[in-house]
């Protein structure tokens, strides 16, 4: 079945630290792909997409490129901030539902 | 604020107890979906609708849970006789079909649930 699987955490940084969470899937087909993030006490909110293969997502510095031949989509963020703390989703959407994995909590430190 | 809004944001209940939720999803969005949150899981798919109709349930669904969307606007999910193990965050997400293959799902706050 479609799944999706990112590191654990939490995952504490210094800030201006580079950062990566590594995420792989597994879905038959083409599904398209994304990060959330969860700031403490909000929603859920989407950070980033990518709908084909090779496509590269980006937004409020992170990126993630979709790469079919490793079904890989990890985030990287070059200098991370305190205010990045907060959970990370990987999901994958297939059959208009979408599919989270269990997520990553991340603490910067000033 | 037009974002997709949830009632009540927190629910204790006594176990056994029925309880209800409200979605509200953004005014002209005509797909809606509810998921559940368990602590240190992410979301998992419960069921959705288009318009008023129910096209898709989770066997996650058992059949203490009903979900309804009377007029395609906002939509109620009810658990019924509820179980410690119903205790969640229950998400609320809104989204435009578009003829691309995909539609960008918008998430509501969240009510949180706990079953004593």
């Known amino acids: 079945g479609n799944s999706v699987t990112q590191m654990e955490g939490p995952v504490t940084l210094s800030e201006e630290a580079f950062l990566t969470i590594n995420c792989t899937y597994t879905?038959?087909?083409?599904?398209?792909l994304f990060w959330y993030v969860q700031y403490p006490g909000e929603g859920l909110q989407l950070l980033l997409k990518?709908?084909?293969?090779?496509d590269k997502g980006s937004n409020k510095g992170f990126e993630a490129t979709y790469r079919k031949e490793t079904t890989s989509f990890h985030l990287e963020k070059g200098s991370v901030q305190v205010s990045d703390s907060a959970v990370y989703f990987c999901?994958?959407?297939?059959?208009?539902?979408?599919?989270f994995g269990k997520g990553t909590r991340l603490h910067i430190l000033p | 604020d037009t974002g997709v809004s949830q009632n009540p944001r927190h629910k204790i209940t006594k176990r056994g107890q029925n309880v209800t939720f409200r979605c509200d999803p953004i005014?002209?969005?005509?797909?809606l979906y509810w998921y559940r949150q368990t602590l240190g899981q992410g979301p998992e798919f419960l069921t959705y609708?288009?318009?008023?109709?129910?096209?898709?349930k989770s066997r996650l669904l058992s059949d203490r849970f009903s979900a309804e969307r009377p007029k395609g606007s906002f939509s109620t999910l009810e658990i019924q006789r509820t179980e410690q193990g119903d205790s969640a965050m229950y998400l609320c997400?809104?989204?435009?079909?578009?003829?691309?293959?995909?539609?960008?799902?918008?998430f509501g706050p969240g009510t949180r649930l706990t079953v004593l």
């Open positions: 997400a809104s989204s435009r079909v578009h003829r691309s293959s995909y539609n960008e799902q918008f």
């Open positions: 879905a038959t087909g083409y599904p398209s």
């Open positions: 990518a709908t084909k293969a090779d």
């Open positions: 999901a994958l959407s297939k059959d208009d539902k979408i599919i």
């Open positions: 005014s002209e969005h005509n797909r």
């Open positions: 609708f288009q318009n008023e109709a129910q096209l898709e």
